[in-house]
């Protein structure tokens, strides 16, 4: 029995581990996927090895508890997860602060905000699908905000389940340095272990949740194709790190160490990602992924994080990198906003210094100084009251005002910095709601603007002419559910009008103006001239902006008339020309103008301004974008035809097609405006056996012969028909 050993988290914990700074011994991780990849099935058994819960719900599970990690009612209805929980764990005396984070691309903002706080993160794939869409997505905010990863590949008891072809995805579709850390044993409903190739041994998930980690020799028959594998291990490693490079070509051993420290090493500095594999359901290979989660992923201060430091006068901003050191004054960032059954609460990481109840923090944002009363760790909807955290931790707040995004400092207004801000995408759709009754009024703006407290992507405007308040998100499940959630949570009736695309609306040439306008007959008297140019303005791909630029040289317009040329112009962006929706990517210069000594007021520049920029607007070759959605749609092969023309009709372009088994994949890129109905239509060429998803790429141009027909449309709701 000597080479079997059954081992639990708790017995695997070295007294070394305890002399360790705290910080060192903590992960903030999160967990990314495509959509029903199986995050919160891996992250429910982590819970449970982790010793945070004593037992397994399954998603849509038949003991109707539904999973741990998604605890709103309407996600267990569902069976996804819509908003990210936040719980903590031990792991081989570590604490692992795990954040679950939603697959659906309708609650991308959620894996923004989780990103953006966490230092490592685990990418999971599905071993029958391999890349997907949103793995694609997942990956590219991964990377946005530098997470370093660990990958692992889910499904593998599943018909069809191939780790070296999702393997081979994830090398063809991210452009990543890859190679397994493991080999599984059997196949499909087979599947029962692994061989980690860096300690050249087997391991198997006994007892009845896998509990039981037994390790053992490798199996003879596994023994040539791990030798190969590991041989694959070390070139991929050797391709980037030198010194295993040396070991490999001189053909000296390399030991478990060397591997384990080049693999934490390249992982870290985005250059190398260990694959993993198992099968969260049958809860195999979980645990040894966490121990790769303990060992190659950052603890907070071995990850850069920059932040500003604002100057007394409030006038510059100077980078600055934040040091997990206790001693430093505190500063955090809410990332997450959340009312439930304990009242008002806010997740914050704790970037520097340390915190204390009773002590007052300042929001850089309200300027307000506040106490914190409470302090608790999260774990799902349960909470643990706490007196205190340290810097590289993260914790939730009771009662404080602010919204998610902000940065809390320590004390005073004497140390003013920020955190850098979260990337927050364009919402692309809209639609008109209204409560059905009156009554509901006061309950009905209160849940509006908790909503948007909570939650970056979702916007509320109101339609000046028609009065009516338009909700805009990123999908129409989005706004579906804030719909039901006003239901729920507010007990309001509320009706949804139309789903619609939200346009923009652009220029692609620069135009000069040399405006005057004059009303000189009766009453009192208007005369503002206003002579400057309108360009477009470069951006990001996906980015928004309007810019408004003052070059007046002298004073042919006095500073306060300047100020309504601002003003008139923000106000003309805020409502196309050509469709009403909003004009972004202007830059507006004003160059010069006249006055007229009694016929000059603010007012009448205003005004001048929003003629001449609806003038300027139609001669600066004006077009409209539209929202552009990546679409993957899986059919049975024999439907791949129909798929095709579909999508051709659809005025898509097609970016990628294979074959997976006995289905075809259609990647392209399609108009959002073009998608209405479009399950329908799938569902009745496949039989019910096709499946799609989408999400927003970036906003393109309208082609011209569409144009009209979304004007028409525009002109037809302004006279209300
Ligand atoms: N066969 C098999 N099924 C799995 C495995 N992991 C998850 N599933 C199933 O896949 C479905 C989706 O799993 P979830 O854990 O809800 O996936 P998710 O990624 O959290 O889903 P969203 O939050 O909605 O994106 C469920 O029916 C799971 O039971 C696995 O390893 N093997």
Known sequence: MNNIFRFKSFMRTPMFWFSQPIHKLIRNIGVSAHIDSGKTTFSERVLYYGGRIHEIHEVKGADSAGATMDFMELEKEKGITIQSAATHLKWRGHQVNLIDTPGHVDFTIEVERALRVLDGGVLLICGVAGVQPQTLTVHKQMSRYKVPRIIFINKLDR???????????????????????????????????????????AYFFEGLKGEDVKETEVPERYMEEAKEKRQELIETLGSIDPEIED???????????????????????????????????????????????????????????????????????????????????????????EENKFGQLTYVRVYQGKLKKGDYVYNMKTKKRVKVARMAKMHANQMEEINDVEAGDIFAVFGVDCSSGDTLVYGDMNYQVLCSS???????????????????????????????????????????????????????????????????????????????????????????????????????????????????????????????????????????????????????????????????????????????????SSNAFMTATKYAFAQTFRQAGPEILEPVMAVEIM????????????????????????????????NADVPLSQMFGYATELRGFTSGQGEFSLEYKRHDPVPPNEIETIVAKFKKHKRGQ
């Open 159 to 201: 018909m069809g389940a191939n780790p070296w072809s999702a393997i081979q995805s994830i090398r063809k579709r991210l452009s990543l340095t890859v190679a397994a850390v493991q080999i599984p044993i059997g196949q499909d409903q087979t599947f029962n272990g692994l061989v980690d190739l860096i300690k050249m041994k």
């Open 247 to 337: 070991l490999y070509l001189n053909e000296q051993p390399i030991s478990e160490e060397k591997l384990k420290a080049s693999i934490r090493k390249n992982c870290q500095d985005h250059k190398f990602y260990p694959v993993f594999m198992g099968s969260a359901y049958k809860n195999k290979g979980v645990q040894l992924a966490l121990d790769g989660v303990v060992d190659y992923l950052p603890a907070p201060e071995e990850k850069q994080n920059f932040g500003f430091q604002i100057s007394l006068d409030q006038k510059e901003e100077k980078k600055i990198e934040f040091k997990t050191d206790p001693k430093l004054p505190f500063v955090g960032y809410a990332f997450k906003l």
């Open 422 to 600: 979260m990337f927050v995408p364009q919402p692309v759709m809209s639609l008109s709601i209204k409560p059905s009754k009156k009554e509901y009024s006061a309950r009905f703006q209160k849940a509006l603007s908790k909503f948007q407290r909570e939650d970056p992507t979702f916007n509320v405007d109101m339609d000046k002419e028609s009065e009516e308040i338009i909700i805009s998100g990123m999908g129409e499940l989005h706004l579906q559910i804030y719909a039901e959630r006003m239901r729920r949570e507010f007990e309001i009736d509320v009706q949804l009008g139309q789903p619609t695309v939200n346009y923009r609306e652009t220029i692609t040439q620069k135009q000069q103006f040399d405006y005057l306008h004059k009303k000189q007959t009766g009453g009192a008297g208007q005369y503002a001239k206003v002579i400057g140019y309108m360009e477009p303005l470069q951006l990001e791909e996906g980015q928004f902006s309007n810019q408004f630029e003052n070059h007046v040289i002298g004073t042919s317009i006095p500073n306060e008339y300047i100020t309504a040329v601002e003003k008139g112009f923000y106000e003309s962006v805020d409502k196309g020309p050509l469709t009403g929706y909003p004009v972004v990517n202007v830059r507006f210069v004003l160059e010069g103008g006249e006055t007229h000594v009694v016929d000059s």
């Open 635 to 666: 059919v049975p092969a024999p439907s791949y035809q129909q798929a095709m023309v579909g999508i051709a009709k659809r005025r898509g372009s097609v970016t990628n097609t294979e074959s997976r088994g006995d289905m075809f994949v259609l």
